[in-house]
């Protein structure tokens, strides 16, 4: 038996890197998933090759969250599991951050992760666990990362409060915490001739030398979905080769 079996899982930004890794996970160990994703061409493949219900759903607008909430529900077995990963940032110094940088990481960081949890907390069954993504960026201080890591640091204290506000209704809310991890989101920071650079020096920031890779980051997000973790909420689980532990 898988460690989700009959259970139904939400995951937003599910079309590659942490969130199609944690999608296949969920689907592997049992889940029925909901993947969601802007591109409808990646949201085809990553369901092809998931098995996951893709639904195109940008978490920065409201109406297509409420569309989201709306075919969860059709499906008619609530969520055991929300996934709020989509995300994503990009460097600017202070002198040169804009209205528009400081409003696409917050919209799509913060705002994306409210809207999306408040969506689908009516669909929520009681004893559901909801993991929130969070960042070592949030505990850095980085040079020209600072609206992302404000953002991120924004959704470890939503966690807090959410899981005092839910647990009368066993709803678990914790903070998956990844260092760097080898995805599309973290190449495309840099220009094609500056990936490598970029990598290497992520790399050689972490204890273990290293950079991790999407699978592991799943693995530890399943540890939250599942039952495994029954005695865990408000938490923040580091899984980031020791970058801010040691």
Not at 162 to 186: F, H, M, Q, S, Y
Request: aromatic share 6%; glycine share 12%.
């Amino acid at each position: 038996m898988g460690q989700l079996d009959g259970k139904t899982a939400l995951v937003t930004g599910g079309t590659s890197g942490i969130g199609l890794a944690t999608a296949r996970r969920f689907a592997d160990e049992g889940a029925y998933v909901f993947i969601t994703g802007r591109d409808r061409g990646r949201l085809d493949e990553a369901a092809a090759s998931t098995g996951a219900h893709a639904v195109q759903s940008d978490v920065s607008k409201l109406d297509e969250l409420d569309a989201l909430a709306a075919e969860i529900s059709a499906h008619g077995k609530g969520l055991d599991v929300v996934f709020a990963n989509a995300g994503g940032g990009n460097f600017a110094a202070l002198v040169d951050v804009t209205p528009d940088h400081y409003r696409d990481n917050f919209d799509r960081n913060v705002a994306g992760t409210v809207f999306t949890v408040q969506k689908t907390l009516p669909l929520l069954n009681d004893g559901a666990s909801i993991i929130l993504a969070g960042s070592t960026a949030a505990s850095k201080g980085e040079a020209a990362f600072g609206l992302y890591a404000a953002s991120k640091a924004a959704i470890r204290s939503l966690g807090r409060t959410w899981a005092a506000e839910l647990a009368d209704r066993k709803i678990r809310v914790n903070t998956i915490v990844p260092g760097p991890i080898e995805t599309p989101g973290l190449t495309g920071l840099a220009p094609a001739d500056q990936k490598q650079a970029l990598l290497d020096g992520m790399a050689a920031q972490v204890p273990m030398k290293r950079l991790g890779r999407p699978e592991e980051i799943a693995s530890a997000v399943l540890f939250l979905a599942s039952d495994q973790s029954s005695f865990v909420t408000g938490a923040e689980l580091a899984v980031d080769g020791g970058q801010i532990q040691l």
